[in-house]
């Protein structure tokens, strides 16, 4: 690990000194929703071994990057740049997109994208990303878990430097009241870079507009908040690059994310005197000498498991929150004051009562989280109800609901295409609503469902939902979602497994283990696993500190990084093959299919 500060030289090599470069192919690609999204490919000549990903900052494009690929000179690697949705020449209005984690998918879209057209893995795959490029190449990092081998970002934008007193507040309300609103930046090229002819050419550029969507300046603010807290769950050979003389970025902030990341090859270079454009500023020839070395390194090292470096990151979390706060702990008193609310007042909310009465974890109290319906004690009861409903944790929650439909209807999908009959388990249902509700949306199909679960409150739930619903084709059975003997001996076997919402509930990752190797050994070759995740929450203490489960015990859940959930997964003998997240980043939904052994 390494942290220096790097002087500029005084002018930038001569251009008869640059590695000759290769002129961009310009292309399309779809991205998940649609959309065809712009990028730009330098294609070497010879056998393509690796594959360099470029992010511009904000308000840039990918032709941006031209003299960044010509000195890079990397021979056998492929180069790859977009322009993001809302910039350059991809389409949507300039400098807005729906949400900025629909550009983080856009991400995933795009490398994989890349791996379909050169057949390299994503081991082979380094990321260079400059400044929101940065924060969007994180977050993806974070949120995703690709197996990437180097990661580079360049005055990562995870702190603007907002001039104007409470800016982030204001642009909240001028959000509320127009829901699609903009700012120009405050930007200067002349803040950005030293280089009068670079300024002057981002002053010319036509591609480049000033203009940025309010939604996604607040969206920059909240990914950048969480991947600083939880920079510990990023295990990737990372390399930071900051400017002394920055007047966009606060780098105390890229200091404080570095230092927790728990990447075991991790550097950071501070270079005095330079702006925040490093890659268009005086002396850039030795910040791109900086990526080349760094890159050549990871891609000349075997790849780690990163795995080694974070299956405990999360596990001192839950420790932590096993322990009480000390007795006058300001913050201890402020949630024992609030589970006090919860335990008297509050019960006036229909959802808060059954939570305490079943647990709030329960497969009850899930099912009224996705009915949405607040319901109450008189008016205030329903108010309660209602505030309860919109906590951001059951926002995400439905959301997961959301992921989970989709990635079911796929999984079906995908075994009635094969023309098989799809068997579906899952094997913590509760009352089992998504299930039941897709049953009922494809009758006649070739369909079954086993719905398993240790709670016979929760499966007379569901078999009356059934009978509501017209089901005919699900049974409900009792059954320890970790007993591998119990699992394994499932028949006929099923072809689409579902386990949602409860490894977290779980601190050891035995559990974990035993519980998917029941699964390998049930789900047929070729068959799916869908499984959730909980990567990130941000009332994470407050639940711990507040709530009980459904054994009566505080509600204390054990984050597993996606890194860690997916490589549990992997080594029980499936391959991941896609993924949904909520825009919080609290919640996942993956699916992945059963390899040969």
């Known amino acids: 690990m390494n942290a220096t500060l790097e002087k500029p030289t005084s002018a930038p090599a001569a251009e008869s000194e640059r590695p000759h470069g290769w002129q961009p192919a310009e292309r399309t690609f779809t991205s998940f929703d649609g959309t065809e ?4 490919a330098w294609l070497p000549p010879q056998q393509v071994k690796r594959a360099v990903v470029l992010f511009h900052r904000g308000h840039e494009h990918s032709g941006r990057w031209q003299e960044f690929v010509e000195r890079l000179g990397m021979a056998d690697a492929a180069v790859f740049a977009w322009d993001a949705r809302g910039h350059g020449h991809s389409p949507g209005e300039r400098g807005w997109a729906p949400d900025l984690a629909s550009v983080i998918k856009d991400t995933d879209a795009f490398v994989q994208h890349i791996l379909a057209e050169t057949g390299l893995a994503m081991q082979d795959v380094a990321v260079v990303a400059h400044s929101v490029g940065a924060v969007v190449a994180a977050a993806w990092v974070h949120d995703y878990a690709p197996p990437i081998r180097a990661l580079v970002l360049a005055t990562p934008a995870l702190a603007v430097k907002l001039y104007v007193p409470l800016a982030i507040p204001s642009l909240r309300v001028l959000s509320k009241v127009k829901k699609k609103s903009f700012v120009t930046s405050y930007v200067k090229a002349k803040m950005l870079t030293h280089d009068p002819e670079q300024s002057a050419a981002y002053d010319a550029d036509p591609l480049i507009s000033k203009k940025i969507a309010v939604n996604i300046l607040l969206d920059l603010h909240d990914v950048s908040k969480r991947l600083v807290a939880d920079a510990g769950a990023i295990a990737t050979p990372t390399l930071v690059l900051g400017a002394g003389s920055d007047w966009v970025v606060k780098n105390s902030i890229a200091a404080k994310f570095f230092e927790r990341l728990s990447s075991a090859d991790k550097e950071m270079f501070i270079f005095p005197g330079m ?7 005086t002396g850039r020839e030795q910040v791109v000498e900086r990526v080349r070395d760094f890159l050549d390194r990871q891609f000349a090292t075997p790849a780690a498991e990163p795995m080694e470096i974070v299956k405990e990151y999360t596990r001192r979390e839950y ?3 096993s322990q009480p706060r000390p007795a006058y702990c300001p913050i201890g008193l402020m949630f024992k004051a609030q589970r006090l609310s919860m335990k008297t007042a509050c019960k006036l909310s229909d959802g808060i009562r059954l939570g305490w009465r079943s647990g709030f974890d329960s497969g009850e109290s899930l099912d009224y989280i996705y009915r949405n319906r607040s319901a109450g004690i008189s008016p205030v009861g329903k108010l309660i109800d209602r505030l309860y409903l919109n906590a951001i944790g059951w926002r995400g929650i439905r959301q997961r609901r959301a992921n989970l439909d989709k990635a079911l209807r796929k999984a079906i999908g995908g075994v009635l295409a094969e023309g098989k009959h799809a068997r579906v388990l899952d094997i913590a249902s509760g009352p089992g609503r998504y299930v039941l509700e897709t049953l009922a949306s494809m009758p006649g199909a070739p369909i079954s469902a086993i719905l398993r679960d240790r709670s016979t409150s929760g499966l007379e739930e569901g078999r009356r939902l059934a009978a509501q619903l017209g089901v005919t084709n699900a049974t409900f059975e009792s059954g320890d979602a970790f007993s591998r003997d119990e699992l394994a001996a499932l028949q006929p076997r099923p072809n689409v497994a579902i386990v949602s919402g409860l490894y977290e509930l779980f601190p050891d990752n ?3 283990e035993r519980s998917l ?6 789900v047929e070759t070729g068959g799916y696993l869908i499984y959730t995740n909980q990567p990130w929450h941000p009332q ?3 639940i711990a ?9 505080p509600w204390i859940m054990r984050r597993r990084t996606q890194l860690e959930m997916d490589e549990l997964v992997r080594r029980a003998g499936f391959e991941k093959a896609g993924m949904e997240i909520d825009r919080w980043g609290i919640f996942s939904v993956s699916l992945a299919r059963r390899v040969k052994t």
């Open 37 to 40: 999204l712009f990028y730009r």
């Open 510 to 512: 035995a559990l974990i």
């Open 275 to 281: 702006g925040h454009s490093i890659f268009h500023e």
């Open 319 to 321: 420790d932590k929150l």
């Open 540 to 542: 994470i203490e407050m």
């Open 545 to 553: 500190r507040t709530l009980t489960n459904r054994d009566g015990q």
């Open 517 to 522: 190797a029941g699964l390998a050994a049930a």
